[in-house]
């Protein structure tokens, strides 16, 4: 609906204005449906075109998440009432213009500032990714779990885990393990770590700013105020994926999917974040780990508009296939953790299967016009 999200624009000295987006879902953890992703990417383009609009801001109307991701329960039932639909319209809908929404993020030219304090996951995370100011805050808590439901780390997700230091993206992808402040700021999903009880202050120190009528210089602007207001690093919570890079590097440097997710499956270890993660990948879906291996290969070289598109086949060809409405009932409906993966196995995953995700169900991409 509408109104889960809330829109503002406060005034500032000189005749400027701040706009603030608010996803104000509370009680799904803000989690994005259709309607509310339009209402965001309506308000950016209105204000893209507003030479009043000197900044905007995207936060969520809670402290305890940004955002929990995309309304997967939805997703499902749309899938089930249509079954062998290829693609969903629904699905197609709703992922096409989310990606939409993600890409006009990463290219925005207005400064844009999200607030990821909180949960924010999947879609949340798409949200987050690509805006070229995001504060991080000792609540924040990152994580790209679509292994658990059948599905694989996109909105934008092929782009940046491929420019994660190392091999973290991959191990991150596979496992769908969860990411602190310090961990965003490590990996480049984070910009300023602020405390999150300073974000009304932030808010407030923006209204005051004397803006331009130059991007550039406001971008410069914001940055600086944001480092003025930054919380000092010693309260920083400590980087799992700093502290165990080296682990993750070995545990991740076989050639082929088989041998790392065996690798991280044996993880004997004692540290309880890689415990967790190694745990995740093998309760996970065998489909979605293997198309988080191939989304890596494949779009390594690929523009951002390219990986987006290509995200776009495997999503609505992932909700055409059994894994994707069957991870959401055992983790969300029935909530019994136990699904029932087709395939089982890495195993039995056949190369002709994975092939299926890949087949582009129309004659003109829907995303073609991305540039």
Same mark, same amino acid.
């Given at each position: 609906?509408?109104?889960?999200?809330?829109?503002?624009?406060?005034?500032?000295?000189?005749?400027?204005?701040?706009?603030?987006?608010?996803?104000?879902?509370?009680?799904?953890?803000?989690?994005?449906?259709?309607?509310?992703?339009?209402?965001?990417?309506?308000?950016?383009?209105?204000?893209?075109?507003?030479?009043?609009?000197?900044?905007?801001?995207?936060?969520?109307?809670?402290?305890?998440?940004?955002?929990?991701?995309?309304?997967?329960?939805?997703?499902?039932?749309?899938?089930?009432?249509?079954?062998?639909?290829?693609?969903?319209?629904?699905?197609?809908?709703?992922?096409?213009?989310?990606?939409?929404?993600?890409?006009?993020?990463?290219?925005?030219?207005?400064?844009?500032?999200?607030?990821?304090?909180?949960?924010?996951?999947?879609?949340?995370?798409?949200?987050?990714?690509?805006?070229?100011?995001?504060?991080?805050?000792?609540?924040?808590?990152?994580?790209?779990?679509?292994?658990?439901?059948?599905?694989?780390?996109?909105?934008?997700?092929?782009?940046?885990?491929?420019?994660?230091?190392?091999?973290?993206?991959?191990? /991150?992808? @596979?496992?769908? +393990?969860?990411?602190?402040? %310090?961990?965003?700021? =490590?990996?480049?999903?984070?910009?300023?770590? #602020?405390?999150?009880?300073?974000?009304?202050?932030?808010?407030?120190?923006?209204?005051?700013?004397?803006?331009?009528?130059?991007?550039?210089?406001?971008?410069?602007?914001?940055?600086?105020?944001?480092?003025?207001?930054?919380?000092?690093?010693?309260?920083?919570?400590?980087?799992?994926?700093?502290?165990?890079?080296?682990?993750?590097?070995?545990?991740?440097?076989?050639?082929?999917?088989?041998?790392?997710?065996?690798?991280?499956?044996?993880?004997?270890?004692?540290?309880?974040?890689?415990?967790?993660?190694?745990?995740?990948?093998?309760?996970?879906?065998?489909?979605?780990?293997?198309?988080?291996?191939?989304?890596?290969?494949?779009?390594?070289?690929?523009?951002?508009?390219?990986?987006?598109? /290509?995200? @776009?086949?495997? +999503?609505?060809?992932?909700? %055409?296939?059994?894994? =994707?409405?069957?991870?959401?009932?055992?983790? #969300?409906?029935?909530?019994?953790?136990?699904?029932?993966?087709?395939?089982?196995?890495?195993?039995?995953?056949?190369?002709?299967?994975?092939?299926?995700?890949?087949?582009?169900?129309?004659?003109?991409?829907?995303?073609?016009?991305?540039?």
């Amino acid at each position: 609906m509408a109104e889960l999200v809330q829109l503002e624009e406060r005034a500032c000295p000189g005749g400027m204005k701040l706009g603030i987006i608010t996803l104000d879902a509370p009680k799904s953890l803000h989690a994005l449906n259709l309607d509310m992703i339009r209402a965001i990417d309506g308000a950016l383009v209105r204000w893209q075109d507003d030479a009043r609009i000197a900044c905007v801001v995207l936060q969520s109307s809670t402290d305890k998440a940004f955002c929990a991701g995309g309304d997967v329960r939805s997703l499902r039932t749309a899938v089930l009432e249509q079954p062998g639909v290829v693609p969903n319209p629904q699905a197609l809908a709703f992922f096409a213009e989310e990606y939409r929404l993600d890409y006009r993020i990463h290219t925005y030219a207005k400064p844009l500032l999200v607030w990821g304090g909180g949960i924010v996951m999947g879609g949340g995370l798409g949200l987050m990714a690509g805006a070229r100011h995001r504060v991080v805050t000792e609540t924040t808590r990152i994580a790209m779990p679509e292994i658990a439901i059948g599905l694989f780390p996109d909105v934008g997700g092929s782009w940046f885990l491929n420019r994660m230091p190392g091999r973290t993206g991959l191990f /991150l992808g @596979l496992t769908g +393990a969860a990411m602190n402040a %310090a961990d965003a700021l =490590f990996v480049g999903l984070g910009d300023y770590f #602020l405390r999150q009880e300073e974000r009304a202050t932030v808010l407030d120190a923006l209204a005051l700013a004397q803006w331009h009528d130059n991007d550039e210089a406001n971008h410069q602007q914001l940055q600086r105020l944001l480092r003025s207001l930054s919380a000092p690093d010693a309260t920083l919570p400590a980087s799992e994926v700093r502290q165990h890079y080296d682990t993750i590097a070995a545990l991740t440097q076989a050639p082929t999917l088989a041998e790392v997710a065996a690798a991280i499956a044996g993880y004997d270890g004692d540290a309880p974040w890689l415990q967790k993660a190694a745990h995740a990948l093998g309760k996970g879906a065998p489909s979605s780990a293997a198309l988080a291996w191939t989304m890596r290969q494949r779009t390594r070289h690929l523009s951002l508009a390219q990986v987006f598109q /290509l995200e @776009l086949i495997v +999503a609505v060809q992932c909700c %055409a296939h059994p894994d =994707f409405a069957e991870g959401v009932r055992a983790l #969300l409906i029935d909530k019994d953790g136990a699904p029932q993966w087709q395939p089982a196995s890495l195993d039995t995953l056949r190369a002709a299967y994975l092939d299926e995700f890949f087949v582009a169900p129309w004659s003109t991409h829907p995303l073609a016009d991305l540039a």
